[in-house]
């Protein structure tokens, strides 16, 4: 499926702010086999002092910008046109959680794939006791990886409340968890935390849903702004597995990837520190068209 | 080895007049295990045994007043926030030989490049993961793996720069590596200090023994930074988390004894990718950075999101190598205590041989064979953090003896060391040697640690001749006991034949003046405010003085004067009916010492000491006196310590960009104080008696008797107080000097035009100086506070911001 993607964040400040940095995350990702992107381009106004783009650990472009002078507002515009493959899921040899200890130990590597870097809290990500306790009594070891993440991932679906009033990009996984209510940052955090605390790695996807689904099916949750779901580590032989517990699917052609990190620190799709007092208002509008 | 003959026991050196006993089967520094004084010991307990008790402690008050009037401290996280203690120090230094200290340091040098391979590899090719030497989580899981370096070649070439080693020596006399310190090590300045304390009292001796010197060390460490920056312009700077940190004395003193600046994370800005520092000059480039606090705080854009005291867009100018950093962000991984674990194979595998000084023995509890050595030998080891980048004898308690566990605990190890083995370490319980301490008039065998420095340098690694000795606080010889804190001392390093005696102080010939303009935006903010705050007590201290005064005799306050001034400074939140020394005249004194606290290395421990002395005494009087008589005795007391310090201020301090700052605030704030007083008070419906009180606050009333012959009048009040250019207290004075030193700042004209601070400044001197006392009305007065503030904004924004 080909995609027309585009997204505005919009920063009004109440006090002029200055020597502003920020630090974006929003192009898709280049994935061989399953995602292109066919062109793509971030626009940054007020015109920056610096503008900057590297290569992050996990492999996402990140631009950097600097706006020194004040400014009133400050708008982020990304554009792009992405190809999506469909991943076909392969009903192989998954591994139990009984012997993925045993194979994780078994990758002597840290590249950024490397599940290594999936298995400790984050900043974001701590352990917490009670999502550790809620995992730990819906698993047995004999279990695949896989039945785990999906029987999480369907909990997770029919127990929390879809509720954007409810939280805040700031809200913590042990918050969250009690409230049984938030976004799906939210629901990505508290899946990883209970994934980490039964030994399986486990990390953070951010993205973009298809905006209009398609005919005869019902519209996801989390189109209409940029969206979060989860990668889990399935064992040596099947890698990763992407499943959404906001709508409780697998990723698939709908899912475009943005960035892959530990938690939502490492790839908050606009990161910023400025000098200002005062509030701040920010509005978000994604659109994400398919094309046939 | 075999015994020595009797006949060589008898030709030993012992120390009759030295009551000194070593534990028995534990090493001692001073004695060998046949109860002879050590070679290097000798000629030190020799003249110890001939002092009396009464002499020792003259010897040590000497060294105890010179870590007091230096102001020697550190903070301590356990108490209250801001409280300063003392420097524990045990005045007896620990004497190493410097043969022994030759191979002690070999062995640290191997060390030290091989920290270096391992960091290069971890952020780099992760060789030693692949190859199976270094186990991957204990990497990935690592919190203090920050993956934003992972590729970032350092600028210099080299990840590590200063580090610290905590060595200790085992009961067959040979030292050990009890933890490596990368990160940010701490404890060099207060090396020196130690030193400079100890020869406090042992000056004699220190001059005749042939003891290696520091300052060399330290010497080529700064020589190296500043032959390795880009150009002189770059500069050098020490950056700390601030005044509140632990050990924020060290980062002073360090700065102020190398000659860099002293900066703080809103100091730094980066600009096309080059890190800088504000100065009041504008932006200038910083060569290396010696940085004292953790690198996940150094930047809150791609590190920790919560820092506060970071600067946003270091790792970026990181990544394009603009500075060299000591040590690179991320060194902090190193200290990871399962790598202890890992050492010597990693050792053989990259050097090619094995560790000259061997650490602990670890075994990390993540791989079955080494879990169950830990579970098997149980009482012999100390478990505690995988994870845990604190050495087990100082990790708050989170380590423990495998022998201090209860049965059942003990029963039930296997368990635990299988559920949670990856994040657990087993440690060998080791034993430390003695040296002897000065306790209850008598030396005592105490357990001792030394921390060793290393800095790379020009010609490779230096090992510092020295360091510090920690002592423990009991006789329990086991290493991890000393959680229980102690004392330290200074460590000698006695060579039988002389040695060099270098100084930091430039050689002749050599003397290279530092570039003006340099003065960090934040330092000049906290003068400047140290100047107005030290200056607004004054304003206080004088009106109440006087008020308190005529209270005394009136005994009324609503007596007509005494309760207009009292409505004078209700206005800022003065009762002075109610209280002697009110709260924002503290608040006042507090702030001055708050700011000057930040700016510590800009001060001399004289200066410092005034300051908090004078905090001292407000605090104190704030309590105890009370209105009338009692308060007007306590202002002169106050005045006269502020006087104290502005003494040493205006003295000594060297007049360059910051004393400026210092002087600005102040006038400034003198000006607009005496512009509120003459607004409230000069008026001709003044009450009865408030010229004259305004003379005595201006301190003028012996200059108005002389210049005028008239009773005091409200225009011969205004003439003296406002408008006598000779006056140190009259508004235009304040304005003149203000002009004048606002001049000499830093771009005060660009291109050839006045600034828009020195215009401000320019415009208000002259509206003033043309005026005469009858010009001067209540609505002029309130113009003119206006205006000064506006000014002192203008100058906020331009220089301090």
């Known amino acids: ?292 | 080895m075999a015994k020595a003959p009797a006949g060589d026991l008898d030709r030993r050196r012992r120390e009759p007049g030295l009551d000194y006993a070593p534990l028995p089967g534990i090493a001692d520094e001073m004695m060998d295990g046949d109860g002879g004084i050590r070679p290097a010991w000798r000629q030190f307990t020799t003249a110890l045994a001939a002092m009396s008790e009464h002499q020792l402690h003259e010897r040590f008050a000497r060294a105890d007043r010179y870590l007091r009037d230096a102001g020697v401290f550190y903070h301590s996280y356990a108490s209250e926030p801001h409280a300063e203690r003392h420097w524990p120090l045990s005045h007896i230094p620990v004497l190493i030989d410097d043969r022994e200290w030759a191979i002690v340091s070999e062995g640290l040098i191997q060390r030290a490049d091989l920290m270096e391979t391992v960091l290069a590899d971890i952020y780099g090719d992760n060789r030693l993961v692949g190859e199976g030497l270094l186990p991957p989580s204990l990497i990935g899981s690592n919190p203090e793996f920050l993956r934003p370096m992972v590729g970032v070649k350092p600028a210099g070439g080299h990840y590590l720069h200063f580090c610290s080693f905590e060595i200790g020596r085992g009961p067959d006399g040979k030292w050990w590596v009890l933890s490596d310190r990368t990160q940010a090590p701490s404890g060099a300045g207060f090396a020196l200090e130690n030193r400079v304390a100890t020869t406090r009292s042992f000056s004699d001796l220190y001059a005749e023994m042939h003891v290696h010197r520091l300052a060399s060390f330290f010497g080529s460490f700064r020589e190296t930074l500043q032959a390795q920056r880009p150009s002189p312009d770059h500069r050098i700077a020490v950056l700390t988390s601030g005044s509140a940190n632990e050990t924020y004395f060290e980062h002073a003193y360090l700065a102020r004894y190398l000659g860099f600046m002293l900066l703080e994370g809103e100091d730094l800005a980066v600009v096309n990718r080059q890190l800088m520092v504000r100065t009041v000059a504008g932006l200038k480039p910083i060569g290396a950075l010696w940085r004292r606090l953790d690198a996940s705080y150094a930047d809150p854009l791609e590190l920790d999101q919560t820092s506060h005291i970071g600067a946003p867009g270091m790792v970026e100018a990181l990544r394009s190598g603009s500075a060299m950093m000591i040590n690179a962000l991320g060194s902090g991984i190193l200290e990871t205590r399962a790598l202890l674990a890992f050492t010597p194979a990693i050792a053989r595998r990259l050097l090619g041989e094995e560790l000259k000084l061997p650490s602990i023995a670890t075994w990390w509890c993540g791989q079955e064979n080494e879990r169950n050595h830990v579970a098997a030998n149980i009482e012999r080891m100390v478990i505690g953090p995988a994870f845990s980048t604190r050495p087990f004898f100082d990790d708050q308690g989170q380590s423990v003896l495998g022998r201090s566990l209860r049965d059942t605990a003990r029963e039930r190890v296997g368990d635990w060391l299988a559920t949670d083995g990856a994040k657990l370490v087993g440690q060998e319980v080791v034993t430390l040697s003695t040296t002897p301490a000065f306790q209850d008039g008598k030396l005592v065998p105490r357990p001792m640690s030394l921390r060793v420095f290393a800095a790379r340098t020009e010609r490779g690694w230096q090992i510092m001749p020295g360091g510090f000795a920690r002592i423990g606080a009991g006789d329990d010889v086991a290493a991890i006991a000393m959680q229980a804190g102690g004392t330290a001392a200074d460590v000698w390093i006695v060579s039988e034949t002389p040695v060099a005696t270098p100084t930091l102080l430039p050689r002749e010939g050599t003397v290279e003046r530092a570039a003006p303009g340099s003065l960090p935006s934040r330092a000049a903010d906290n003068l400047f405010w140290l100047g107005r705050y030290t200056e607004r007590a004054e304003g206080s201290l004088r009106i109440l003085r006087a008020w308190h005064q005529r209270f005394s005799e009136a005994a009324d306050p609503r007596q007509p004067l005494l309760a207009d001034v009292a409505g004078y400074l209700e206005a800022v939140g003065i009762y002075a009916a109610s209280s002697g020394v009110p709260a924002p005249l503290l608040h006042s004194i507090e702030s001055a010492s708050y700011a000057a606290g930040n700016i510590r290395d800009r001060f001399s421990p004289d200066g410092w000491l005034a300051l908090t002395d004078l905090a001292r005494t407000a605090r104190r009087f704030h309590e105890t006196v009370s209105p009338g008589d009692d308060a007007a005795h306590a202002m002169t007391v106050l005045l006269r310590k502020l006087a104290g310090f502005a003494g040493l201020v205006h003295e000594n301090m060297y007049r360059f960009t910051g004393w400026r700052f210092l002087s600005i605030g102040r006038y400034l704030e003198r000006g607009l104080h005496m512009t509120r007083l003459l607004g409230h008070m000069s008026g001709a419906d003044a009450p009865d008696g408030a010229f004259d009180m305004l003379l005595e606050i201006g301190d003028n009333v012996m200059t108005h008797r002389r210049r005028y012959n008239v009773n005091t009048t409200s225009l011969t009040v205004t003439d003296l107080l406002a408008l006598d250019p000779v006056n140190p207290r009259s508004i235009l004075f304040q304005l003149n000097e203000l002009r004048t030193e606002i001049e000499q700042l830093p771009n005060a004209y660009v291109d050839g035009q006045m600034s828009e601070v020195f215009r401000q400044i320019m415009r208000l001197q002259s509206g003033l100086a043309v005026m005469t006392a009858d010009d001067m009305t209540k609505d002029g007065y309130v113009k003119l506070e206006r205006d000064m503030e506006y000014l002192s904004e203008t100058l906020a924004r331009t220089y301090l911001a």
């Not at chain 1, 991943?87 to 994780?104: I, M, Q």
């Not at chain 1, 517990?245 to 990723?251: L, M, V």
């Not at chain 1, 400025?274 to 994604?286: C, D, K």
């Open chain 1, 1 to 292: 499926m080909r995609y027309d993607l585009s997204l505005h964040m919009g920063y009004a400040y109440d006090v002029p702010a200055s020597n502003a940095r920020h630090m974006i995350r929003l192009l898709p990702l280049e994935i061989p086999g399953r995602q292109t992107l066919l062109d793509g381009s971030i626009d940054v106004s007020p015109s920056p002092e610096d503008m900057t783009t590297f290569t992050d650990f996990f492999g996402q472009p990140a631009t950097s910008v600097l706006l020194r002078a004040p400014h009133r507002r400050l708008d982020i515009r990304m554009k792009a046109r992405v190809l999506v493959e469909d991943c076909p899921v392969r009903p192989e040899n998954w591994t139990t959680l009984r012997d993925l200890p045993k194979e994780l130990a078994a990758i002597w590597s840290l590249d950024p794939a490397s599940p290594h870097h999936l298995a400790a809290p984050g900043a974001r990500t701590p352990y917490v006791p009670e999502i550790a306790t809620f995992a730990g009594d819906m698993t047995q070891s004999e279990q695949t990886v896989r039945e785990v993440a999906f029987a999480l991932c369907d909990c997770i679906h029919r127990e929390f409340a879809y509720d954007g009033n409810a939280t805040t990009v700031d809200t913590t996984p042990q918050e969250a968890f009690r409230l049984r209510r938030g976004v799906c940052q939210d629901f990505a955090h508290v899946m990883i935390v209970a994934l980490r605390s039964l030994g399986i790695p486990a990390g953070y996807v951010s993205g973009f849903l298809r905006t209009n689904p398609p005919p005869g099916q019902e519209r996801l949750e989390g189109a209409d702004a940029m969206h979060a779901w989860v990668r889990v580590w399935c064992g040596d032989a099947m890698g990763y597995v992407e499943l959404d517990p906001t709508n409780n699917i697998a990723a698939g052609a709908d899912h475009i990837v943005v960035a892959y990190g530990r938690d939502y620190a490492d790839i908050a799709p606009v990161i910023g520190v400025l000098r200002g007092h005062g509030g701040q208002t920010i509005e978000q509008a994604v659109d994400v068209v398919p094309h046939d």
